[in-house]
């Protein structure tokens, strides 16, 4: 089943302690992505990825990284969350050749206090 | 730069009724994509239906369709017979050429209400 997987699904956490968001695609997807939902702006990109050690940064990319060192995996790495970091977080992922498909993970629902 | 704008923060519908969610969208560029998505409560994001710039007819999906009015850059979501499982979070998400970053612009979101 082609999909989209993140780990945590949810975490409460503590600010200063570092963590890493895991996610993982099994579509041989080139294009990755992190965005957070936050209530009244809807989804905001992070971070992406156009393919393995490609990364960029999207429209709200302070407190975090990334990384790509193989093509399925796209984690997001808060070195020293901040309770602004509490937010839904949702990877995605899309071949690059095709416009139409956007695969979302199921979301990681962040807390940190 | 691309920008979308969802007007309604909040819809009450009676069930079995057609509803239409708003959605304007800003761009310069003349290829473009635009998606609806749906959130229930659970948290996920349901994919419900995709719109091409170049796409010379409507879209539909069921009992969704995508009323695209590429001179007035709109692209309303029209949900016919509405239904109680219906109820939800409504992204109205825009995305530009297909060459480059496939970065997804968002709007803010309409929530449904199905009443029954």
């Known amino acids: 089943e082609a999909q989209v997987t993140q780990n945590p699904r949810y975490l409460i956490t503590v600010t200063g302690k570092k963590l890493t968001v895991t996610c993982s695609q099994n579509?041989?997807?080139?294009?990755m992505s992190w965005y957070r939902q936050d209530p009244g702006l809807g989804l905001r990109q992070i971070y992406y990825s156009m393919n393995v050690e490609v990364t960029d940064k999207g429209d709200v990319p302070e407190g975090y990284k990334v990384s790509r060192k193989e093509k399925r995996n796209f984690p997001l790495i808060l070195e020293s969350p901040s309770p602004n970091q509490t937010s839904l977080y949702f990877c995605?992922?899309?071949?690059?050749?095709?416009?139409?498909?956007?695969?979302f993970g199921p979301g990681t629902r962040l807390t940190v206090l | 730069a691309q920008k979308i704008t969802q007007t309604q923060p909040g819809m009450f519908v009676q069930e079995k009724e057609a509803v239409t969610l708003d959605c304007t969208y800003d761009?310069?560029?003349?290829?473009?994509?635009l998606f609806w998505y749906k959130q229930p409560s659970s948290g996920e994001m349901i994919f419900l239906i995709y719109?091409?710039?170049?796409?010379?007819q409507n879209a539909t999906e069921g009992r969704y369709s995508l009323n695209f009015q590429k001179a007035r850059k709109s692209a309303n979501l029209v949900i016919s017979a509405s239904q109680l499982g219906d109820s939800a979070m409504y992204f109205c998400a825009m995305r530009g050429p297909i060459q480059g970053a496939q970065k997804l612009v968002f709007g803010q979101g309409t929530r449904l209400t199905i009443n029954p």
């Open positions: 719109q091409g710039s170049y796409d010379q």
């Open positions: 995605a992922s899309t071949p690059l050749e095709r416009g139409d498909t956007q695969y």
């Open positions: 761009t310069s560029d003349p290829s473009y994509g």
């Open positions: 579509m041989n997807h080139e294009y």
